[in-house]
């Protein structure tokens, strides 16, 4: 069950001994008479009470993440017309130097075909969520769009997470922008969730969608670290035998 806003600011009143009577009353008979909703209920007293409260240096953490997401946004239109202006002169110049070279590589392509890129593509698979209850509505529009593999908008929503104060979802966010190629993007995410003390639960998950995002990117030494990491664990870990795969692959890669 989904807590509404409402019922979340009913119960930590609630907790808190400042709901009116008339509510606190209306509230315990909920809470006793619909299993779903107190179960619910004790899963948000645990993230509001038990332990989430961020430390310092996850406050710090979260401070470069935004800076990062910021980043992210401002450059994207100087880089696309700098883009523009640096390709549209050399199109108009060097035309035929330009389609000799890309007959060239077409050639060469069609003799030996980048199968390895496409095998780390294919590695890249959908994570099923856990069935969780979602903070708010922006939340679960944000997890509606992951599970419809709508993964530019799941990107989009989940983004914010951040700003909400809900790292978890830059698990999801993370793994919907490897999807869509968004690499930068996705190692942010990524490292964030694998780094953090809070969730390390979904420690296995981050590493290897992290070593898949640096993998894409050829950062092989961040790559071959987080291999190490998994093959330390051993069978346990959740990814180990496709990180086998991927170990083959980075060999033919290099």
Do not use: C
Request: charged letters at 25%; hydrophobic letters at 40%; glycine letters at 2%.
């Amino acid at each position: 069950m989904q807590l509404s806003d409402q019922d979340m600011m009913q119960l930590e009143a609630y907790w808190n001994d400042t709901l009116p009577v008339a509510e606190r009353e209306m509230l315990e008979r909920k809470l006793t008479n619909n299993p779903a909703f107190k179960e619910a209920a004790e899963a948000w007293q645990y993230i509001v009470q038990d332990g989430f409260t961020p430390t310092q240096k996850e406050l710090d953490a979260r401070q470069t993440l935004r800076q990062q997401l910021q980043s992210f946004e401002s450059n994207l239109p100087a880089a696309l017309e700098s883009s523009s202006r640096s390709i549209s002169r050399p199109l108009i110049l060097g035309m035929g130097a330009v389609a000799a070279v890309v007959a060239l590589l077409f050639l060469f392509n069609s003799l030996r075909p980048d199968l390895e890129e496409s095998r780390i593509d294919e590695l890249i698979v959908y994570l099923p969520p856990n069935n969780q209850t979602y903070s708010n509505t922006w939340d679960s529009a944000g997890m509606e769009a992951y599970k419809k593999k709508d993964y530019p908008l799941a990107v989009e929503i989940l983004s914010q997470a951040v700003t909400l104060e809900d790292s978890l979802y830059l698990l999801y966010a993370g793994i919907a922008a490897l999807q869509i190629d968004q690499t930068k993007k996705a190692i942010t995410f990524l490292n964030y969730i694998a780094s953090s003390e809070d969730w390390e639960a979904y420690h296995d998950h981050a590493q290897w969608y992290l070593a898949l995002a640096y993998a894409k990117s050829r950062e092989w030494d961040k790559t071959d670290s987080l291999l190490h990491e998994i093959t330390l664990v051993g069978k346990k870990h959740e990814h180990f035998s496709e990180m086998q795969v991927l170990s083959e692959v980075m060999e033919e890669l290099r």
